[in-house]
């Protein structure tokens, strides 16, 4: 169950082309059974895999696939 | 001879404040000399280049800081906040210079060899510039590079019995007053239980999943010596149900005299006389003390716990025997809407470990907040755009007579037709008989 709920995951994150970081809401909405604090310990598991990983501004926190995208700011292409 | 020329950092240090220039380039000047033969993990002169990189920032008013990463420790998802200069080459010194937040000690006590132990990490693996404390109340550690963060989390967590705190959009580190272990004005235990849910919720401290940052912080009584009232999401404040506890004796001496009001504050000059009239009774905010000459009286039910006349006369008027708390929510600072102070949720909850009455009210207001928040609101924002009775809804709050500020600023709780014996239903035409049209 938990291992199908983190695949759609990293599916979900596959499939969006262009982005690579989301707000955790973006998550509860591909399980809109599931309860929030459930969903957060899915993705508290892929980043402890190593398959996930968390992007901070500082003030708001994004999740993004493992080396996916920006890394820091210096890759921001200004 | 410095390495960068700051002749408008130089002016700061003019002023008549004690500048952080100046302690920024004591630290420059400390770390150039070494004395202590510190084998120094980033570049000796990142001091230097930060003085550079803000006088490059005071003459073209433009920041050269950049925001973010992914640089952290692995599994948190806080308490690092990557900082990148976008002039690396003219100050490749701070060109990576990430702040750590470090969970201070409730209360902010401190040992001398615990304030050393992080000195001594932070002059090897870091700057050796910190802020004692931020905003949030953390211990800042200003700039480090990547590399290092592992090594200081290590080190932190392995020898100082300590932890990061949060930032993002988690819990942030948990703030309190000293509370009961100086303060006689303490009507809880802040320190208790800023101490219990910090481990309770390390989870949220550390693996963000909240719509935005939210902070607890606990006040021992009304003077609300951490601002939880307009600090915090979450706001506790210590306060009691029964009366004001008055010993005529000593109010007697402080009319004669022999006790300094304020307990001897505010006497750099002469106030005169103390006028127990003039200073206290006439400064209720709520008008409910009087005093005939030689005994004060208080109509407690009118009190709102002001602190005003317990402030004045500590020795003569003691906050009551029944305490706990008021819980407030949804403070905040002015990025949307302005800024907005807390309001008042729960008029009075016991605080005993293990503080299910309060945990409950937080989780309550977690549940609703991670479904119903936007991205980037904070719980106050939320309560605007929902409403105050949704609030009081998911908590299962009763509405009461406190929850109404002013009726024309906040005048309706509206009530559901299963509340209202009878409910709303009736007969029409027997209405009709008795009102015309
Ligand atoms: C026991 C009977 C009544 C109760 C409990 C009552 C209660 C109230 C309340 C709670 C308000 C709102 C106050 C505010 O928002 O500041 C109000 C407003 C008002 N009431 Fe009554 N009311 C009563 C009888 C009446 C009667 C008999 C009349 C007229 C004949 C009346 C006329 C008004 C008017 C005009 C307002 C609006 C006042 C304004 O906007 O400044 N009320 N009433
Ligand atoms: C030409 C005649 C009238 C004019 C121009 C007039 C105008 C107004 C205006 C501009 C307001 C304020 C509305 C607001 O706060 O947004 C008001 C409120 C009010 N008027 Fe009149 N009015 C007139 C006649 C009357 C009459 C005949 C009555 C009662 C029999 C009445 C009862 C009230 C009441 C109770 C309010 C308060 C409503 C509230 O606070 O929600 N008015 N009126
Ligand atoms: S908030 Fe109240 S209890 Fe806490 S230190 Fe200040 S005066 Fe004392
Ligand atoms: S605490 Fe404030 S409101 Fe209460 S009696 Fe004293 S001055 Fe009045």
């Known amino acids: 169950m938990s291992e199908d709920a983190k695949k759609q995951i990293i599916e979900f994150l596959e499939g969006k082309k262009g982005k690579t970081k989301f707000y955790f809401n973006d998550f509860t909405k591909i399980f809109p059974d599931m309860k929030a604090r459930e969903v957060k310990k899915l993705l508290t598991e892929l980043v402890k895999e190593q398959k996930i990983e968390y992007w901070s501004s500082g003030s708001t926190t994004m999740y993004g696939l493992a080396g996916a995208g920006k890394q820091h700011a210096t890759e921001e292409g200004e | ?437």
């Open chain 2, 1 to 437: 001879m410095a390495k960068h020329q700051t002749p408008l950092l130089d002016q700061l240090e003019t002023g008549p404040w004690p500048s952080f220039v100046s302690d920024i380039k004591q630290e420059a000047d400390r770390r150039a000399a070494n004395p202590d033969g510190i084998e120094y993990q980033i570049p000796v002169d990142c001091p230097e280049d930060l003085l550079g990189v803000l006088e490059l920032s005071y003459k073209e008013k433009e920041t050269h800081w950049k925001h973010g990463g992914i640089v952290g420790v692995f599994g948190y998802g806080g308490g690092v906040i990557g900082r990148y200069c976008d002039q690396p080459e003219k100050f490749p010194g701070v060109a990576h210079f990430h702040t750590m937040r470090v969970n201070q000690p409730s209360g902010k006590y401190y040992t001398t060899k615990f304030l050393r132990d992080l000195c001594d990490i932070w002059d090897m693996r870091g700057s050796g510039l910190t802020n004692m404390h931020g905003s949030t109340g953390d211990i800042v550690f200003l700039g480090t590079t990547t590399p290092q963060l592992e090594e200081i989390f290590f080190e932190l967590t392995h020898n100082m019995n300590t932890d990061l705190g949060g930032s993002g959009s988690n819990l942030r580190t948990p703030a309190d007053c000293l509370g009961q272990s100086r303060c006689e004005f303490a009507c809880y235990d802040t320190q208790a239980v800023c101490h219990a849910l910090t481990n309770e919720y390390q989870d949220e401290l550390h693996r963000p999943a909240f719509p935005y940052k939210f902070k607890f912080k606990f006040d021992g009584c009304p003077n609300g010596c951490v601002a939880s009232i307009a600090r915090s999401d979450f706001s506790v404040i210590g306060t009691w149900k029964d009366d004001i506890r008055i010993d005529q004796e000593a109010v007697k001496a402080y009319v004669g005299g022999e006790f300094k009001p304020n307990a001897g504050a505010h006497s750099g000059r002469d106030w005169g006389k103390f006028d127990i009239v003039a200073e206290v009774v006439d400064r209720c905010p709520t008008n409910c003390m009087s005093y005939d000459g030689s005994k004060l009286s208080i109509d407690n039910k009118e009190c709102t716990r002001c602190m005003h006349c317990i402030n004045v006369m500590p020795r003569a008027l003691k906050v009551g025997k029944e305490t706990g708390a008021t819980i407030l929510c949804g403070a905040k600072a002015p990025i949307l809407d302005g800024a907005q102070m807390a309001s008042m949720l729960v008029p009075f909850v016991p605080v005993e470990d293990p503080y299910d009455e309060i945990k409950e009210v937080i989780e309550n207001i977690w549940d609703w907040w991670m479904e119903e928040g936007k991205n980037r609101e904070r719980l106050g924002e939320t309560m605007k755009r929902l409403g105050f009775q949704k609030l009081l809804e998911v908590t299962n709050t009763p509405a009461m007579p406190q929850h109404v500020k002013e009726p024309r600023n906040n005048p309706y709780i509206f009530f559901k037709e299963d509340e209202v014996p009878g409910g709303w239903s009736r007969d029409i035409n027997e209405f009709r008989k008795r009102h015309l049209r």
